[in-house]
């Protein structure tokens, strides 16, 4: 390598040259997210099933119910716990508006967390921080993540800030203030891992792959430390659960998980969902081209840790940070990859960590064009630098606009589904439904035989007879979750029932027991509204 080339790449810009682009990624960033609700109605309406049914987890809570005692919830306490001051919220404002909150909160999460990406790759320069937290800021799987209340906003956050407490005492190992190189510094990343634990079982892989980063980087007693951050927080979130409901927390969080059937989303469909657009089509080439940039991305995430791996076996100055975000990629890729399910926002998981290495991998390759350029500067040369700029702002345009539209849905007034809600005693139905109704905090009150989660509360019945496991077809239409369905409605004298474009959300016998004792009396907001006969 010469000189010239050197130079070039130790670095593609000033911290000064840099800085304005943390301002326009993070921007784009918020506008991205923000376009789901340039409707402000849009913010009240029924988006996702995940988000309703974790705040209608929160409003039981309040009200008294036992977390895995009486409420049924599939994940660690973390997200129902943090939702507590917005089911108190709802208490005064309205479920929905409550929400509506929570999902706001959301965008600025999102927007923090590609302004964290940005910070990361400060150093490296520009080109690295409009690369990959311009590609972060409108990457779809994570756009769509982070509008509405899902887990996987809370563990980006939470890595990101555990990446950001690392890199402070770097590279010169020096403390900043109270922070520690091989004490507190390792602690305070622990606990945030520990806290995402506390959101989603997932991020204890996240927690091991940074595990051997600090081990290698601080030695053990620094990898003490930080398994101890990790330990005290899931300990102190667990514990305090456990102790009211231990058999029932097990079981919903780890025995109902495994047990629950797979998706039937093909491997082909996980790798496309993957896509920096919306809606790719599901074709031959598509799944083989997806496939190739699966491989090829594989193959260029080992030969980074590998590299990173020799370097380190050099000079023991430290694992290389790029080697450390290369594994963090292959662990968490692989951990959604192998996952039994699969929905879209599951992608925005090794998001960050992807992010990262495209914005180190592109000033890379930036300096190498500078220093290719250099070595003999024409028109010719000139002009390729200058297309190769103009292709990359427009794909990041293109990608903005995706990102901007995707998954967007625009729904009708709940202001009738509202109204019908207020002279019910108790409503029935799949969580989204039940907020946008504005009934949750109503039910809890009325001390009403709804379950938060009625999905869950269906998988859990196919766990409990044995055939939540393998094939058996959808699972909604098997024989215990119909079952659980039936037993349910039974119960009740008002429902709320989603509107499919392909058939009807209940089956079997739960179908025809509604048929027979309920009245279909509107539609409204996307629900069928159903009073007992």
Not at 277 to 302: G, N
Not at 467 to 484: H, I, L, P, S, Y
Request: hydrophobic residues 55%.
């Amino acid at each position: 390598m010469n000189q010239r080339t050197r130079a070039a790449l130790s670095g593609d810009g000033s911290l000064g040259a840099a800085s304005w682009s943390l301002v326009v990624v993070t921007v784009v960033a918020f506008v991205v997210r923000a376009a789901a609700y340039v409707r402000p109605s849009q913010l009240l309406a029924p988006r996702e099933l995940d988000d309703a049914t974790m705040y209608s987890a929160a409003v039981d809570v309040l009200h008294g119910q036992t977390l895995y005692g009486d409420v049924l919830y599939l994940h660690p306490p973390g997200l129902v716990t943090a939702l507590l001051p917005f089911a108190w919220l709802g208490e005064h404002v309205g479920d929905a508006l409550a929400l509506a909150v929570a999902r706001a909160l959301t965008v600025l999460v999102g927007t923090l967390s590609t302004f964290l990406v940005a910070w990361l790759l400060r150093r490296r320069g520009t080109v690295a921080v409009l690369a990959g937290a311009g590609l972060y800021a409108v990457w779809v799987p994570v756009v769509y993540s982070e509008r509405v209340v899902f887990l996987e906003p809370a563990l980006t956050l939470c890595l990101l800030l555990a990446l950001v407490v690392l890199r402070l005492d770097r590279p010169t190992g020096a403390a900043r203030g109270w922070l520690r190189p091989t004490t507190t510094a390792p602690l305070v990343a622990g606990a945030l891992t520990g806290v995402a634990a506390s959101f989603k079982v997932w991020a204890f892989v996240t927690a091991a792959a940074l595990l051997v980063v600090v081990l290698v980087w601080r030695g053990g007693r620094a990898a003490g430390w930080f398994a101890l951050g990790g330990l005290v927080v899931v300990a102190a979130f667990v514990v305090s659960f456990a102790v009211r409901a231990p058999g029932d927390l097990w079981r919903d969080v780890v025995g109902v998980q495994a047990g629950r059937p797979s998706t039937t989303t093909s491997f082909g469909l996980r790798l496309r969902e993957f896509a920096p657009v919306s809606s790719v089509p599901a074709a031959w080439w598509t799944t083989a081209l997806a496939v190739l940039v699966l491989v090829l991305v594989v193959v260029a995430l080992a030969l980074t840790l590998a590299r990173g791996v020799v370097a380190w076996r050099r000079d023991r100055s430290g694992l290389p940070e790029t080697a450390a975000w290369a594994l963090l990629a292959l662990v968490q890729g692989a951990t959604v990859l192998a996952a039994p399910s699969f929905f879209l926002h599951y992608a925005a998981f090794p998001a960050p960590a992807i992010a990262l290495l495209a914005g180190a991998g592109a000033a890379t390759a930036a300096a190498w064009l500078r220093a290719w350029a250099g070595t003999s500067p024409d028109r010719g040369r000139a002009v390729v630098l200058r297309t190769v700029a103009v292709v990359a702002v427009l794909a990041l345009a293109g990608a903005a606009i995706a990102g901007a539209t995707a998954r967007l849905r625009w729904t009708g007034s709940r202001a009738e589904l509202v109204t019908w809600a207020a002279q019910q005693d108790c409503v029935w139905g799949l969580a989204s439904g039940v907020v946008a109704a504005g009934a949750a905090t109503r039910n809890a009150e009325n001390d009403c035989p709804v379950p938060a989660d009625v999905w869950g509360e269906g998988l859990a019945a196919l766990d409990d007879s044995g055939d939540g496991a393998g094939e058996g077809g959808a699972v909604e239409e098997r024989d215990a979750f119909v079952a659980e369905m039936q037993r349910e409605l039974a119960q009740v004298d008002a429902v709320v029932v989603p509107i499919v474009t392909d058939g009807t959300w209940l089956h079997g016998a739960a179908e025809a027991y509604l048929s027979r004792n309920f009245d279909h009396v509107g539609t409204a907001g996307g629900f069928e509204m159903w009073e007992r006969t």
